[in-house]
């Protein structure tokens, strides 16, 4: 039996019964694409994903990447997957068609892509950093720029990759150190050292374009005098095609944890004092577009834990249907009872309800997520937009957290489900662990997502953006009451996001008060927090459309399904929920023992 990587009866339901996609598809705005046409890709992207992208997975982290003398190759397995990708540009189908894309929703475009992610997620990078790069330059370039560069990124001719960071630059993007100088000719002779660069040197593409921070030559300093420049590996001829090789080179790859099949290089600029670079945009304007990149990258990093975390899971369920260990609990006296399949004891049902509790709170909230976006890009109004975009903001550091961590607890339980054997390589969810935990990091780390979301997002519009927050799950828990089973739970989701609207005033009036270094050092709990009351009041919204859905006499296996959704929330809501109450009262406790603490006691010394 073919290894399932998503669940598709869920991607379904949250889809067209949950989020009701339909009617914001079908708004003019995606010509062809109905939802018959949106099952089709899906379809079509799940057997690609399975039968063309799945078996490079494991061989690819075996293999691993090669480095020698500066050139890098990627598995030899991924390049065939990747050739069928890019011949049907699937990880670019959301891109305009003004692009070249196929202007796809992105609610679909995201339910492709999981499947993907699920199937190999070093080899998906590749292409989904590409796609940002043309983004940035048919948004950002000239229209020399956007001729000479977007048609071959979007057609995965060449590849593209970001250069952010560096030795003494990380979090602190405006330390950066790499030097731009400008050139008779209007080009840039650039100089300096990047690290931690995904995809900066490979053999997928005949050429990189490479986007580079970097400081103009007597330019501002912090990050008011970043700018972004377009370094291409091979120079480009005025008739398209390549020309020399530039002065840009991989000085090493990092022997990772996980993600072997995906190079992550140190790169180094102008040794030869022969970098050449052209200006994206304008000078010292860089901020604004890595912020526009970056954005979309910190949302699409939650899909990137999401699809991890769903191959795990049902990976973890397989195992627990066929593994067969034990006595039923019932029978543990009677010593011929025969053993039975592990998901018959209790202790492994709990940990599976958990873990399908994270994962259908996680799939809700990152396709929500993505609606708010699609509501963003094609408002009506002015006001419409700017709301949307503010809503979608706020959810920002959110999505990317939440889903990264949850995704990484379901994949490090999927193995304590498998016990001893999952900690084997002769099963897949130890690479599910492995490859997912960067999630959690990069992008922006669990503590820089949670400093923004406090310092930038709580009080967005003057808090009215929380407002709306907290408006919507309470229009949520106030349908729950209504209908009977599900009272209770939306009362305790309703307590919840009134709990965690004080919290908030708490945490906003703390920030701009002598103790605002305190209010710092639980900013992540606060994020935590406000994570888990999302994730409950995902599973209600999800019992309450279930239960619609029951009283329309279902076909047996559905009726099954919306009778899982029902109890997956009752779990959650009544079983983790109260420890989130608990942790937003250590919150309001409001502790300075982590600052008060003296640096010498933290021992070590």
Request: hydrophobic share 40%.
């Amino acid at each position: 039996m073919k290894q399932l990587l998503v669940d598709r009866r869920d991607i379904d339901f949250v889809l067209w019964e949950q989020l009701n996609s339909e009617k914001l598809i079908d708004n003019g705005r995606y010509e062809g694409f109905n939802r018959k046409a949106c099952d089709m890709m899906i379809t079509e992207a799940g057997k690609l994903a399975t039968n063309e992208v799945l078996p490079s997975n494991e061989e690819g982290d075996r293999q691993g990447i090669s480095f020698d003398k500066g050139v890098v190759k990627v598995p030899e397995c991924f390049h065939r997957p990747f050739e069928i990708l890019k011949e049907g540009r699937w990880l670019l189908a959301g891109l305009p068609r003004e692009m070249g894309g196929y202007g796809a929703p992105a609610l679909i475009t995201a339910a492709i892509d999981e499947h993907f992610i699920a199937a190999n997620p070093s080899l998906v990078e590749y292409l989904k950093i590409t796609g940002d790069i043309a983004k940035m330059i048919h948004f950002y370039g000239t229209p020399e720029q956007k001729v000479r560069y977007v048609k071959k990124l979007v057609t995965g001719q060449w590849c593209g990759a970001m250069l952010i960071t560096e030795p003494n630059a990380g979090s602190d993007v405006g330390a950066i150190e790499t030097s731009a100088v400008k050139n008779a000719d209007g080009t840039y002779s650039l100089t300096g050292n990047k690290i931690f660069i995904t995809g900066g040197e490979h053999d997928l593409a005949e050429n990189i374009i490479h986007h580079v921070i970097a400081r103009v030559e007597g330019g501002p300093p912090g990050t008011k005098g970043i700018s972004i420049f377009i370094v291409p590996k091979y120079l480009i001829n005025t008739d398209g095609s390549l020309g020399k090789r530039n002065d840009i080179v991989c000085s090493g790859v990092e022997n990772k944890m996980g993600l072997h099949g995906q190079s992550t290089c140190s790169m180094t600029l102008g040794a030869n004092d022969n970098c050449i670079g052209y200006l994206l945009g304008q000078e010292n304007q860089g901020l604004k577009i890595m912020f526009h990149a970056l954005g979309d990258s910190r949302i699409y990093v939650g899909l990137l834990a999401l699809g991890q975390a769903s191959a795990a899971y049902l990976l973890a369920i397989k195992y627990a249907r066929e593994r067969i260990q034990g006595r039923d609990i019932a029978n543990f006296a009677d010593r011929s009872a025969p053993s039975v399949p592990i998901i018959s004891h209790p202790d492994v049902r709990r940990n599976l309800i958990t873990m399908k509790s994270y994962l259908d709170g996680m799939t809700s909230f990152y396709y929500y997520v993505t609606t708010i976006g699609m509501k963003a890009a094609h408002a009506k109004n002015e006001e419409e937009h700017r709301f949307n975009e503010d809503l979608l903001n706020f959810y920002t550091p959110l999505v990317k957290d939440c889903i990264a961590r949850k995704g990484y607890d379901v994949c490090i339980q999927s193995i304590q489900v498998y016990g001893g054997a999952g900690y084997t390589q002769s099963y897949p969810v130890e690479q599910y662990a492995r490859d997912s935990k960067p999630t959690t990091i990069y992008d922006g780390t669990s503590g820089i997502q949670a400093m923004d979301f406090l310092a930038r997002r709580l009080n967005a519009r003057e808090g009215k953006i929380f407002d709306a927050f907290v408006k919507s799950i309470l229009e949520t828990t106030e349908r729950a009451k209504t209908i009977e089973g599900l009272a209770d739970l939306g009362a305790r989701v309703a307590n919840a996001a009134q709990h965690l609207a004080e919290v908030a005033a708490f945490m906003g009036k703390s920030i701009v008060s002598p103790r605002s270094k305190i209010a710092f050092a639980f900013c992540l709990p606060f994020l935590n927090v406000a994570s888990e009351t999302i994730l409950a009041w995902m599973l209600l919204w999800r019992a309450v459309v279930a239960k619609q859905s029951l009283k329309q006499n279902p076909k047996t296996k559905d009726k099954v399904f919306y009778e899982g959704q029902i109890k997956t929330a009752e779990f959650y809501i009544r079983t983790l929920l109260p420890s989130t109450m608990g942790l937003m009262d250590g919150i309001l406790d409001g502790s300075d023992a982590a600052m008060a603490i003296e640096e010498a006691a933290f021992g070590g010394k």
